[in-house]
Structures are given as structure tokens and as C-alpha cells.
């Protein structure tokens, strides 16, 4: 019901934006040469149209604002959820390639070929088979997309994963100018098991490294899904703590076997940190040796974060060139359109 609110509101808002539009080309016509009511009767009308978006807009935010209050108190206490993929996305992929195949026949059957057209018309249909092809690869029959459980995680690309295989999770939002995309990336024990049933360009790019690996990421886009994304993040953690060993607090994308070996080795000394103060505050540990293990527990934390230092600075370093590697793609694109724009002028 909320979203056929909010579509009914951007229509509403819309129908505001033509009368205030309409308002205000009358009043450039007419002011100055029709009478002072005409004038007076525009500028009402343009203001009713100005405040009825407003109005549209405040009554959508706050709807959004109570779909993310909602969203945040969520807390999943089942022993299943399931999530599917939109029909919504694949229909319009599924159009847009029908739209590229219609153009590329045309183009190509036309009497008056022009190369540059049949080359773009060409890109279009392969970009629309591509993105059409992931839209496929998340359906299967009988199981929707994303089934996670008590045993297990399962999802289309990967198959099943239990849970004990799993040792970290990270969703990972990347905000663009007008969405937001979300992917829940999965620390697991020999990814090659689950890559290999991967989409065809993954198992095209898998390599034997990263097949033998003991431990590796993989990544699942929640965008397409028809579940909000925090809802399944808090699903994959609370049924995830349900099963041991213990998830790794800290885990991000990236991390490498070593780096999570003493990552795992840091939670337990903060584990017995935290019970030797519970100890020392329940009477069954007396000061003096508490003090002692206090000094040992210190010790340790001192010489774990100076052999994590190595990895941190290779994942700043990782981080660095993907950076300078993004602005260099961005850079070379805008020197190719401003070169050809100048050579075409001249």
C-alpha cells in the first residue's frame, strides 16, 4: 500500500508541476497587457501548483521516513526467509533487449548502411543480452532466489552454503547521485566450491588462485532482490549467530586468510578481557592477579594490532590504486569525447 501511495503521489506531484508550468506561462503573457485580475488569477494559480508539489514531496519523504523506521526496528526472529527477484527489472531488461534486436535488424537490414549505427546498435544489443542474462540467472524453478534457513544460505549463483562455512558478513553500500546500490559480500572456507557454479563470466575470470584459496569473498546483490536490503542483512546475522564458531566482528571485503587469522585471535583476547573484569567485579578473581592478566591480555592486543598493521596498509594500498584507477578511466573518457569534439569542429 505504501508504494501505490508514493506512485500516487509522484503522479500528484507531476499534475502540480504541468499546472504550476501552465500558470506561469500565462502569467509571462499576460502580465503587464491583460487586466490585474487575469494577472492576480495566474500567480494564484501558479502558487497553488508550487505548493502542491511541496506538499507531495514533504508527504513522500515522510512516508520514506517511516518505511526506514520500520526497517531499522526490524528484527527477524524466524527460522526462514526467502526472498525473490523483482519481475519488475527482468521485464524491462527483457524489453530493452527486444528493443536492441528490433534496432540492430534494422540498422543492419536498412539500404543505406551506416557503420557507426550497425557498431552502436550492435553494443546495445550485447550490453541488453548481458544485463539479461544476469536477470535469468537469478531465477530458478520451484526456489526463489535468496533462501536462507537454520542449515543454510542459498542462493541461485552460489547454491547452498551452511552457515558454519561462513565466518564474516558485510553489506556494502555504494551511494550514486540517484540510487543507492547494496551488496552483501560473504567471507567463506574454499570459495572456489561456490564460484564454480557462478555465472559464466565469473567462472570465465575465475582463476586457479583464487579456486584453491582457503578462504575468499563473494558477493550478492540485494538491489534486484524484493526485499529491502537491511532486512536481509539482520536475517543472514541473526541466523548466522544461531550457529558457531563465532562471526567475525570485523571482517570487511578483502581481507586475507592471515589478516582473518588474527583478526579471530584478537575477538578471543577481547573475549578474555571482558571476562577478567567480570571476574575481578564478582570477587573470583583476586586484584593482584587480575592486574597480572590484565598485563598479558595487553601484551597480547599490542602485538596482534603491530602484525595487523602490514595488512591494513596493503588494503589502504589495494584501496589507493582502485581509486586512481576508476579516475583514470573517467579521465581517458572525457580526453576522448573533448578530442573528438575538437577535431570534428575543426
Known amino acids: 500500500m ?14 502540480f508541476i504541468v499546472v504550476f508550468c501552465f500558470g506561469a506561462f500565462r502569467f509571462s503573457r499576460e502580465v503587464g497587457v491583460s487586466p490585474t485580475r487575469y494577472v492576480v488569477q495566474d500567480a494564484l494559480v501558479m502558487v497553488a501548483g508550487l505548493l502542491g508539489f511541496v506538499a507531495c514531496l514533504m508527504k513522500s519523504r515522510k512516508l520514506q521516513k517511516q518505511r526506514q523506521a520500520e526497517l531499522d526496528s526490524f528484527e527477524f526472529t524466524g527460522q526462514r526467509f526467502e526472498t525473490n527477484t523483482g519481475k519488475a527489472m527482468a521485464v524491462l531488461v527483457g524489453v530493452a533487449f527486444l528493443l536492441a534486436l528490433i534496432a540492430t535488424f534494422v540498422t543492419a537490414t536498412s539500404t543505406a548502411i551506416d557503420p557507426k549505427a550497425v557498431s552502436a546498435a550492435t553494443l546495445f544489443l550485447l550490453v541488453s543480452a548481458f544485463l539479461l542474462s544476469l536477470a535469468l540467472s537469478t531465477f530458478r524453478s520451484g526456489k526463489p532466489t535468496l533462501v536462507m534457513d537454520a542449515f543454510a544460505l542459498d542462493h541461485a549463483w552460489y547454491g547452498p552454503i551452511r552457515w558454519d562455512q561462513i565466518q564474516g558478513i558485510y553489506l556494502r553500500e555504494v551511494r550514486m547521485r540517484n540510487t543507492t546500490q547494496r551488496t552483501m559480500f560473504l567471507s567463506v572456507f574454499k570459495p572456489g566450491r561456490y564460484l564454480g557454479h557462478g555465472l559464466w563470466w565469473q567462472r570465465l575470470f575465475l582463476t586457479s588462485k583464487r579456486r584453491e584459496a582457503p578462504v575468499g569473498d563473494i558477493a550478492i546483490p540485494l538491489n534486484p532482490l524484493d526485499q529491502p536490503a537491511s532486512k536481509i542483512h539482520k ?33 578471543a583476547t ?10 575481578l567485579e564478582h570477587g573470583r578473581l583476586a586484584p593482584e592477579a587480575a592486574d597480572l592478566e ?29 581509486k586512481y584507477f576508476n579516475y583514470a578511466i573517467i579521465s581517458a573518457a572525457v580526453l576522448y569525447f573533448v578530442l573528438r569534439v575538437f577535431f570534428r569542429s575543426n
Open 294 to 322: 590484565m598485563q598479558r591480555v595487553m601484551e597480547d592486543l599490542e602485538r596482534q594490532t603491530t602484525a595487523r598493521l602490514p595488512h591494513a596498509q596493503k588494503q589502504l594500498a589495494q584501496a589507493r590504486r582502485l
Open 270 to 279: 577481547l573475549q578474555r578481557l571482558g571476562e577478567i573484569g567480570n571476574a
Open 2 to 15: 505504501r508504494a501505490l501511495a508514493r506512485i500516487g503521489l509522484l503522479l500528484l506531484a507531476g499534475l
Open 235 to 267: 536475517a543472514a546475522l541473526t541466523l548466522r549467530a544461531r550457529v558457531s564458531p563465532q562471526l567475525l566482528a570485523n571482517w570487511v571485503p578483502g581481507m586475507s586468510a592471515e589478516a582473518i587469522d588474527l583478526q579471530r585471535e584478537t575477538d
